[in-house]
């Protein structure tokens, strides 16, 4: 048997080391490369399905949201809303209370448009009269709940995502509930407010949206959007039951669709400021 001297093996161990990490490196690449692969393809599949089988024009629905407080307390509110959507990407929207007593029959008129500042009307049935209010702030809560405009549009724009508009990476599957999940951690190119990253879930057979996790320049969780109930009306899905966490604040809000109804023909006038007008009477 040949002895080999110290600096021959130590040469040895260093090439057999290198060529080991090399093929761990390949190997790790090979895996990332696969992981960016499948959300790339998740995120085309799921754009092509909202822009497609999943699209609609207008839409009714009549919602229950409820307030629950750090100190557990609840507040609810119940609302009939009518959405319009148009080819050039605005949407108008025409929201009324329904309840409690003291906010029954006041409506408000949105008018957003794609890429600019949008417009709101309100009508306090009190003062039988509508005045223009300031265009929605991002960081501005909706309704008072713990979901703000800019998260509203966030998971409006996610559906049409691409490569182009964020960083994706197929974490794998999970399960959320009873639905089986995809799992991708997504960095927006441009950031989304404080949201440096995003952890989206969403069933692997409709690709749907089930959990949203938004988190800032640390690794605590900002807030948590859970959909549950998701069932088809025609063809578009719909959750029944959302639920936003808010961790920081000890808070969270639910949203519980109680009638929805799509592409029913809206007349356009439902969405002028002389039908707002006659809302509250």
Do not use: C
Request: neutral net charge; glycine residues 8%.
């Amino acid at each position: 048997m040949t002895r080999r001297g110290p600096r021959v093996w130590s040469m040895m161990v260093s090439t057999e080391t290198r060529i080991l990490l090399a093929a761990v490196l390949v190997g790790s690449m090979v895996s990332v490369a696969r992981a960016t692969d499948g959300a790339r393809e998740i995120l085309h599949e799921r754009r092509r399905l909202y822009e497609t089988t999943y699209a609609w024009s207008d839409q009714h629905q009549i919602l229950r949201v409820t307030m629950v407080g750090r100190d557990g307390r609840e507040q609810v509110r119940v609302l009939e809303i009518y959405e319009r959507r148009y080819g050039d990407g605005d949407r108008r929207t025409l929201l009324t209370f329904l309840a409690p007593d003291a906010l029954k029959g006041t409506a408000m008129l949105s008018r957003l448009r794609t890429g600019g500042a949008g417009e709101r009307w309100l009508y306090l049935p009190k003062l039988r009269r509508v005045r223009r209010i300031a265009a929605p702030i991002s960081d501005e809560s909706v309704l008072g709940t713990d979901l703000t405009n800019r998260e509203l549009d966030l998971m409006q724009a996610m559906v049409k995502w691409t490569e182009s508009d964020t960083r994706a990476t197929l974490r794998g599957d999970a399960l959320i509930g009873e639905t089986r999940t995809y799992v991708l951690e997504l960095a927006p190119r441009v950031q989304e407010g404080e949201y440096a990253r995003l952890v989206l879930w969403v069933g692997t057979d409709d690709l749907v949206m089930r959990q949203l996790e938004l988190y800032g320049a640390d690794t605590a969780v900002t807030k948590r959007i859970r959909q549950t109930e998701v069932a088809f009306v025609g063809t578009v899905p719909v959750a029944s039951h959302v639920e936003v966490e808010n961790p920081r604040s000890g808070t969270r809000s639910a949203f519980d669709v109680l009638t929805m109804e799509f592409d029913k023909g809206f007349p356009e006038d439902m969405f002028n400021l002389s039908f707002l007008e006659g809302t509250g009477r």
